[in-house]
């Protein structure tokens, strides 16, 4: 049978909300465990999962998953006493040692005081009975290269190869929000740094066919269903936009298109917000990235809604981004030859530092608010992701 040790993450520093937090951690994991056969128990701070042999491959693709957990790891267990401890370090030791392993570190906690022998008498018995039996290994106290854990609970548990979690908060501890999803690169990282923040997401995706192909839309539904295995699932909203961009390209000059565009997008991001209980907007914007994205154009683009907007990107560089878009799997959808409508309608040269107040003028005569509902009332609805 295969076991798994989890550790919870950032949550362990809430207060008296705490048990409010592991509450919707261990909701979340029991959903995303359906499926695997997997059981789950909580243990004073720790997650044990319990599985067949034949399900460890799908517990661990959905452990590498999950947000909220610090870190997890196959472990042994075996009866609170010394002789089963050390058989059962010893064991853990030659398995790392047949791994190429030659130096390691020993740690113990000790959370039933009952037991015979304090954390540090743990150390040093088991360090002996390991130095006896595989006298190639050595111990490395600073920068150990792996360390054997060793926790007395109800019983004993040890274990030493630690996968690291994705941290943060689990998902839905921090409210609902409405993410702006483009085909590009940034949008999908954008939604992911605030799942990590306990953000339940859905997403809105503007379509405007048949400037943007069929193809451009369902490299958006693709990357919303690798983000909904984060966040357990995630509701694509598509707006078919074509109108409201033709009124723009029809009344306003054509350096302002991008940024009125934008302005458009928000408005409408936060008519369907108000429908679906989220509390704010996600972009994946990044100051200076491209024209759009001066710190004039985005009090620009933002003054259509009166929700607060995230941007989880906005200080990091182009590089940082692509790193987390290939960490968690976004990266090879984003980069397909398929542009969004933003891209196709950009003009050659767009107004960089748009005046604030010539912009409300431009946007008012280009009177879009009753295409804009219309737009809003024809979206179509996908559930992607985890579950479907």
């Given at each position: 049978m295969g076991l798994y040790l989890i550790k919870p993450g950032e949550l362990t520093l809430k207060g008296n909300n705490r048990k409010e937090f592991e509450g919707i951690l261990k909701r979340n994991m029991v959903t995303m465990l359906r499926g695997t056969g997997a059981s789950l128990n909580?243990?004073?701070?720790?997650?044990?999962?319990?599985?067949?042999?034949?399900?460890?491959k799908a517990v661990e693709g959905v452990l590498n998953r999950i947000i909220g957990i610090a870190g997890w790891a196959r472990a042994r267990f075996c009866e609170k006493n010394m002789e089963a401890l050390i058989a059962t370090a010893v064991e853990e030791a030659r398995d790392l040692a047949s791994q190429g392993?030659?130096?390691?570190?020993?740690?113990?906690?000790?959370?039933?005081?009952?037991?015979?022998?304090?954390s540090y008498g743990i150390?040093?018995?088991?360090?002996?009975?390991?130095?006896?039996?595989?006298?190639?290994?050595?111990?490395?106290?600073?920068?150990?290269?792996?360390?054997?854990?060793?926790?007395?609970?109800?019983?004993?548990?040890?274990y030493s190869l630690t996968h690291q979690g994705r941290r943060g908060l689990p998902v839905g501890s921090a409210g609902r929000g409405l993410l702006l999803l483009s085909g590009g690169i940034d949008s999908p990282v954008?939604?992911?740094?605030?799942?990590?923040?306990?953000?339940?997401?859905?997403?809105?995706?503007?379509?405007?066919?048949?400037?943007?192909?069929?193809?451009?839309?369902?490299?958006?539904a693709r990357l919303a269903e690798i983000l909904g295995s984060y966040t357990l699932g995630m509701r694509l909203f598509t707006i078919p936009f074509t109108a409201v961009q033709l009124r723009i390209k029809e009344r306003a000059p054509d350096a302002w298109t991008t940024v009125l565009l934008r302005m458009a997008m928000m408005e409408a991001a936060d008519r369907l917000a108000s429908?679906?209980?989220?509390?704010?907007?996600?972009?994946?914007?990044?100051?200076?990235?491209?024209?759009?994205?001066?710190?004039?154009?985005?009090?620009?683009?933002?003054?259509?809604?009166v929700l607060p907007v995230l941007r989880p990107l906005i200080g990091l560089d182009k590089e940082e981004t692509i790193r987390l878009a290939r960490e968690i799997g976004t990266y090879d959808v984003s980069i397909l030859p398929y542009e969004d409508c933003c891209v196709l309608f950009s003009p050659v040269h767009p107004i960089i530092h748009a005046p604030y107040d010539e912009a409300r003028d431009l946007y008012a005569a280009c009177e879009l608010q009753g295409l804009i509902e219309e737009a809003?009332?024809?979206?179509?609805?996908?559930?992607?992701g985890y579950p479907s």
């Open positions: 909580l243990t004073e701070g720790r997650y044990f999962v319990r599985c067949s042999e034949e399900q460890e392993y030659r130096t390691y570190k020993l740690e113990a906690r000790r959370s039933d005081k009952s037991f015979p022998l304090d150390v040093c018995a088991v360090g002996e009975e390991i130095r006896k039996a595989l006298p190639e290994l050595t111990v490395q106290v600073q920068n150990p290269p792996i360390v054997i854990h060793i926790e007395v609970r109800e019983r004993v548990y040890v954008a939604g992911y740094l605030m799942a990590c923040r306990g953000m339940k997401l859905d997403s809105i995706y503007f379509h405007a066919y048949p400037y943007t192909s069929e193809e451009a839309q369902r490299k958006v429908t679906i209980d989220a509390r704010a907007l996600v972009t994946g914007e990044s100051l200076s990235q491209v024209a759009s994205q001066t710190i004039e154009n985005i009090r620009c683009t933002e003054s259509t809604t809003v009332r024809n979206k179509k609805v996908e559930k992607l």
